[in-house]
């Protein structure tokens, strides 16, 4: 038998389940009461603990745990049939060990031929088991051939089955099937990632490509865990790994990188876990009928011309802004190691101070920022001036992150810098999105503080669909929108008057 599991203390195992007592108790009583009460009593006992405020982390993987251990002492009083080799596997999210109350447990019963009458009967049992006490299961039954045919097309199934972790697995039909759907055989790097970049594009448009909805969804939103997943899973395809501290080894990450998205992912897995709890199922939106009540189950109080709702909503949004930016520091590393690996280098200088790097804008080296602050803000300047620049490197993003604490009083009392906003907002095009962009980077908030003090702010009512920092950049998309040509007709008045106004970038700095 092969029972991988998250780790957690032995303590935490002997108070959520003692398998031999439990087998012991399978021989005298009704066993679904004794499954249902089990995993009733353990859920019970793990809510405990995150009143507690035991580690997420910790209560996460003891709940996979739990779950592994029923599952695997129900599937063992299975009369199976040795002569054809069968397997069962944790998948997905269950497969990486990230377990919250309402998750799904998705499971593949993997055989090692297409023979599946063999164990029909069985298979339908154990199943039917799983059922009755109460757990959600997501089943699946599939030889190793048919795994991997299906893999070689369906992004969603490689993604799936890479993150298998054995359960009962005698044979190591695990090992055999990873070794046939592994980046020799199918699903390069390269391949894969260009796939997840454009699923996650997809995925980001249907939540109106924002963090900042005031209803939103905390695994699919931007900046949510589903971003987290998909850095887990480039890096797994590539480099073998989606443990971030092999992320830091790699120099992906720095050290106090890793310490602030381990701490991003903690509060957004205690949200998740209290949300779960809270609805008594996998829900994951954050509607405002459950803001408030997690409000207060954190902590939050209200203060004057504060709710204790805003409070903790601010902290969310801030939260996704810094995994937001890191997901777009190492999505560019992945581009740069990846994507873009064996192609041409292309360097073209722009000043002393910048290059394009292959359609990247890139420092020329790394004490620009340092030696002239101007240039944090001459660098969004420079890519409003070229269409064909798709965003900074990743190590220009690193270098802004960690010099963006210079951007003080003296840094806004400074001519040049003044003067460089002033271009940025007179840019003939690409206005919005450098805004967006330095806000993401931390720079926005910085050299604007009003802006800085309502970054993720909400207001708890109705009326308002975003936060009120993205409500402030829609209206300068909005402004800027009343200059093209196809408004014309839908806003003749804005239209004609936003032509007549000789500096514009003034109405934006009003806006």
Known sequence: M?????????????????????????????????????????????????????????????????????????????????????????????????????????????LESDEYQIHQSEIEAFLTTLWDIG?????????????TEQARSDLTIITNLMEARPLSDPENLNKELQEK??????????????A????QKARHKKYADTAYSLEPNIKGSPGGIRDLHMLGWTARRHFGTQDPIKLMALNFLTEAEYEQLIRCRAFLWKIRWALHTLTGRGEDRLLFDHQRSLAEQFGYQDHPGSL??????????????????????????????ILNADKPQTITPINERFQIHNQYIEVTHDRVFADHPPAILEMFVLMTRDPDILGPRAETIRLL???????????????????????????PYGLTISLRRMARFGILGRYLPEFGRIIGQMQ????????????????IKHLRSFRYEENKQRYPIASRIIHDIKKPELLYVAG
């Open 2 to 110: 092969n029972h991988a599991s998250p780790q957690i203390p032995d303590q935490f195992k002997a108070q959520l389940f003692d398998k031999d007592a439990f087998v012991a108790a399978l021989s005298n009583q009704p066993s679904i009461p004794l499954y249902k009460n089990t995993i009733q009593s353990g859920r019970e006992t793990l809510n405990q603990w995150f009143s507690k405020e035991v580690n997420i982390d910790q209560l996460v993987y003891s709940h996979t745990w739990l779950i592994d251990q029923i599952l695997i002492t129900a599937w063992e009083q299975s009369a199976w049939d040795d002569s054809e080799h069968i397997s069962l596997l944790a998948v997905g999210g269950y497969g990486r060990g990230e377990l919250h109350p309402g998750s799904d447990i998705d499971i593949l019963i993997l």
């Open 135 to 147: 757990l959600k299961v997501g089943s699946s039954v599939r030889s190793v051939r048919e795994c």
């Open 460 to 475: 708890f009512d109705l009326f308002h669909t975003y936060t009120v920092d993205a409500h402030t950049l829609l209206l």
């Open 401 to 427: 992150r960690d010099i963006r604490h210079t951007v003080d009083s003296q840094f806004r009392k400074d001519p040049r810098c003044a003067k460089l906003f002033l271009q940025l907002l007179q840019a």
């Open 196 to 199: 997840k970049f454009d699923e």
């Open 308 to 337: 204790a709702v805003e409070q903790f909503m601010q902290s969310y949004f801030r939260t996704v802004l810094i995994v937001g930016q890191f997901k777009d520091l190492i999505l560019q590393h992945f581009d740069d190691k």
């Open 181 to 194: 759907i592994d980046i020799h055989h199918m699903w390069p790097s390269n391949q894969y990632l260009q």
